[in-house]
């Protein structure tokens, strides 16, 4: 066989090789590498440290908030101002554009630099045998060939390949997403088999929680799983958001009605007579007028309050647009062990003597109790209950305390359950442990599948066993029963096992022999035969309290929930029924079930099947990549490294902040603070609420500007004096309405906003009902603007009298309209105008800063204003309450129709 260069990893099945091939292909060996050639292979391979992506520069993340479409219709307009030298329009223009920029640029930068904690990962030292002995050193230096020793509360440093093991067990749901840890052992293993299923390898992340162990670095840096993974996270393209699609849709509309009603204004004038150099400067000035200048500074403002609004509820996002993504989500896709469950192993049921027994307590609820047959019994009543827990507490190598609010694990989370679970049923672990001496003990080994201990029990000792049940089982001939012993039968133990193992439950099975002698520490181990089978513990990784109520909210708000896992798949239906994810029975796909479809044939399964199982990292990619060619607006969360590539190509990627590792903060858009599944909840509607903001700032400002254009190409086409001065145009778009619209942004939720289904993820931010009711609108105030301007001309009026008089209409019909725009459907007269207080004063501030520029004589100069008597006060304000009798009719005809 050819020799292999230790530092290229890939390609080579390092599970499949015993020892002997092992240290030929590392060129290493039982005394390590030699100092010298450690370091002349880290000169080759570099360190062992995943590759980094650098922070974005100020400056990138500044010029990423210029990139809207409406920014670049501004930019456009600014630069026109400029070569027609009107600076008050270039000013205005450009302090829109920066305001915009400035404040997405401090939200954003802010939670850019809260979420760049990717090398916590890899601060570790690493215990290594070179040049014969044994040294301690950082992390980064290990190179492939290097011998590590690794033990409990150690996390992994690279890939490596054991050797040696003794009752190693190791966390890898940081890589698999089970959440029980993986029994190690150092045997080669077939050369196909699932890498969640090499247990001869080590992965860099993972870790060690009981045992320790040894073996060779077969991958560093990028070369180990965890660095595909993060190779995977840096080179992956995000999405563009919902909401940026709409921006670029309605930009791109804007654009053509921009241009469209330009060179219809120029077309116009010249046919009627206008010079063409003047109507250049009107079609310009139209164009400039035409343009939503307050959209870019009121979406940004609408997101901002969006993310402060998520935050108090502890939903973190890092992306102003993600905000809104969430409510568009049509399917979130959830990771199970720490997202829909605690991700800690409790003691769910106990069987003992034939009857089952579940454990009713919780962490800080009374102990003592168990629920038996739907009935409180106390332990004393039942002597193999107690013998069963006793057994469990004494094959334990665990701790646990109790802080004064819970029960605190030190050591293998299964080993906990049972130590805490005793407790809470009234055996203190420490007490029976100091009564019942140790004599000798066997650790668990994976081979083996069962770990014993002889104690002194009494006068005399007995000996106790844990593990597999048919490991344990094969050991027994009597069967414990509250009131003495029988006859074993095993078939009725292994469907009493069975039976809990379908329902997902984790089971180990207890033991015991009294023995006849006390035996010496140094005597052989006494023969395990003849046992007295003392019952079964199942033990299950329970959901997150309001999880349950948390999908069923999802599913009537029209979000569908699918779970995504690297657990069995008998656990995550488990799971999934208990948390009415699913049906009962319902089908579940593993990942080497998915490894044999096509891409069109997942793209079927994913739109019936609600829970997947047993998958990879590429498997979840698939799986979204299909979701979202299915049309769906795809929501992933999750906290492990294995879930880190399907958050960066999600629509959305949601990450815990608690217990979620760096690496899938770094690849989230949102960041539960946490921990929380029912938190989703609440950013969905969140998420909806900013949406249906922005729809409604949207609609304002469409709606007034284009009732200003309907104005202006009118009075065009019927060859009358210019309706209102371009500096009007100005006052208009910026300082009264822009001061309403930034107010719509703190517009509280409406009541039926998770009661309505997803929006479709083709639909505009305006819906076509809105649009109807902007080209309605417009008429309406163009068309009462217009009449009160030719009304003041025929009356004698001087011509800056009657453009007041239009301009001071058009301020009232949109003080009118920000009412019209608090909701699709909800008559204006059902709103409590003091709900949203930003909003009332905004329209009355709006209001009273035109009426005072009117009466203040520099204004008066500068705008072209003239004073107006209440007669004409009065007349403005029954014509512009015009628009609001044209929606409520249009709004009840339209709930009869939704209902």
């Known amino acids: 066989m050819e020799t292999t260069s230790p530092e290229r990893a890939g390609g080579v099945a390092w599970h499949a090789l015993d020892r002997r091939e092992l240290e030929r292909r590392l060129h290493s060996g039982p005394a390590g590498l030699s100092r010298v050639e450690a370091a002349a292979r880290i000169a080759r391979v570099g360190p062992n440290a995943l590759p980094e992506s650098p922070p974005p520069s100020d400056a990138a993340i500044f010029f990423r908030q210029l990139k809207s479409p409406l920014i670049a219709i501004l930019g456009i307009a600014a630069v026109v101002t400029v070569v027609l030298q009107e600076w008050v329009d270039t000013a205005v223009i450009a302090a829109v554009i920066v305001l915009d920029a400035v404040v997405g640029f401090f939200q954003e930068r802010g939670a850019e630099r809260s979420a760049r904690s990717l090398q916590r990962l890899l601060t570790p030292r690493a215990r290594v045998v070179r040049d014969g002995r044994e040294w301690e050193i950082d992390s980064r230096e290990l190179v492939p060939g290097d011998l590590v020793l690794v033990e409990s509360g150690n996390r992994v440093p690279a890939d490596i390949r054991l050797i040696a093991t003794a009752g190693l067990r190791v966390d890898e749901s940081l890589l698999t997403g089970e959440s029980a840890p993986v029994d190690k052992s150092s045997a080669p293993l077939p050369e196909v088999v699932d890498a969640a299923d090499r247990v001869n390898m080590l992965f860099m992340g993972t870790v060690v929680t009981s045992g320790r162990g040894r073996g060779y670095v077969v991958a560093t840096g990028r070369t180990s799983q965890l660095g595909a993974i993060a190779e995977t996270i840096r080179t992956a393209e995000s999405p563009e958001t919902p909401l940026q699609r709409r921006m670029s849709q309605l930009g791109r509309a804007i654009g053509v009605i921009v241009a469209v009603t330009s060179a219809l204004a120029f077309a116009i004038g010249v046919a009627v007579g206008q010079p063409p150099a003047d109507m250049f400067l009107v079609a310009v000035g139209l164009a400039v007028a035409a343009v939503p200048e307050g959209l870019p500074v009121a979406f940004t403002i609408t997101l901002a309050l969006g993310v402060r609004r998520m935050a108090r509820r502890n939903a973190i996002v890092r992306r102003l647009p993600a905000v809104e993504t969430l409510g568009s989500t049509t399917v979130i896709g959830s990771d199970k062990t720490g997202t829909l469950t605690e991700n800690r192993m409790v003691v769910h049921e106990v069987w003992s003597g034939g009857l089952t027994f579940s454990v009713a307590a919780e962490d800080d609820e009374p102990i003592g109790a168990l629920l038996a047959a739907g009935a409180i019994a106390e332990i004393p009543e039942h002597p193999a209950v107690y013998e069963t827990l006793l057994a469990g507490v004494l094959t334990n190598d665990a701790s646990a305390f109790w ?104 089971v180990l099975a207890v033991a015991m022999r009294r023995l006849t002698a006390l035996p010496d520490d140094r005597a052989p181990f006494p023969e395990l035969q003849g046992l007295t089978f003392l019952g079964l513990i199942g033990m299950v990784d329970p959901p997150r309290p309001g999880v349950r109520e948390a999908i069923a909210g999802c599913r009537a708000a029209g979000l569908r929930v699918v779970m995504i896992t690297g657990d069995h798949a008998v656990t995550a239906r488990a799971i999934g029924e208990a948390l009415d994810l699913c049906e009962p029975g319902a089908p579940v796909f593993t990942g080497r079930e998915l490894a044999a479809l096509t891409d069109e044939q997942l793209r079927q399964i994913v739109r019936t099947v609600s829970i997947f199982a047993r998958v990879t990292p590429e498997d979840k990619l698939r799986i979204v990549r299909a979701l979202r060619a299915n049309g769906e607006v795809v929501a992933v969360t999750g906290d492990g490294v294995n879930d880190a590539p399907a958050l960066q190509a999600a629509d959305i990627g949601i990450a815990m902040g608690r217990s979620g590792t760096d690496v899938a903060r770094e690849a989230a858009a949102m960041i539960l603070a946490d921990d929380n599944f029912v938190t989703i909840y609440a950013a969905v509607e969140e998420g909806r609420v900013t949406f249906d903001n922005v729809r409604k700032v949207t609609f304002f400002l469409v709606s007034t500007g284009a009732a200003t254009i309907v104005a202006l190409l009118a009075g065009l086409a019927l060859r009358w004096p210019i309706v209102f001065l371009p500096v009007q145009l100005i006052w208009l778009n910026v300082v009264t309405n822009g001061l309403q619209d930034v107010a719509l942004a703190f517009e509280p939720g409406e009541r039926d906003v998770l009661k309505r289904p997803p929006r479709r993820p083709n639909e505009g931010i305006m819906s076509g009902r809105l649009w109807r009711r902007t080209m309605v609108t417009g008429i309406i105030m163009a068309l009462g603007t217009l009449v009160l301007f030719r009304w003041e001309l025929d009356q004698g009026a001087t011509l800056a009298h009657a453009q007041t008089v239009a301009l001071t209409t058009m301020v009232l019909f949109q003080t009118f309209q920000i009412g019209n725009a608090r909701s699709e459907l909800e008559s204006v007269f059902r709103l409590n105008p003091f709900s949203n207080p930003f909003l009332f004063a905004s329209a009355v501030a709006a209001l009273a800063v035109h009426v005072g520029a009117l009466a203040f004589p520099p204004t008066q100069f500068l705008l072209g204003f003239e004073p107006l008597d209440w007669a004409t006060w009065l007349r403005m304000v029954a014509v512009a309450l015009s628009v609001v009798a044209v929606v409520e009719v249009q709004k009840l005809i339209q709930r009869h129709r939704v209902q």
Not at 407 to 436: F, S
Not at 449 to 473: D, H, I, M, T
């Open 403 to 506: 802080d004064g609010r819970t029960y605190r694990v030190q050591g293998d989370p299964t080993e906990g359950a049972l130590l805490v679970t005793a407790a809470r049923l009234g055996i203190e672990p420490e007490a029976v442990r100091a009564a019942h001496e140790p004599i000798v003990e066997l650790p668990f080994e994976p081979e083996r599948q069962f770990s014993a201990s002889v104690r002194r029990y009494g006068a005399q000792a007995a000996v106790f066993v844990k593990g597999a049940p048919e490991r344990v089982l094969a050991m027994c001939d009597r069967l414990r029963r509250d009131d003495g012993e029988s006859a074993l039968d095993p078939a009725f133990v292994q469907d009493a096992a069975a039976t809990m193992a379908a329902r997902g439950l984790r």
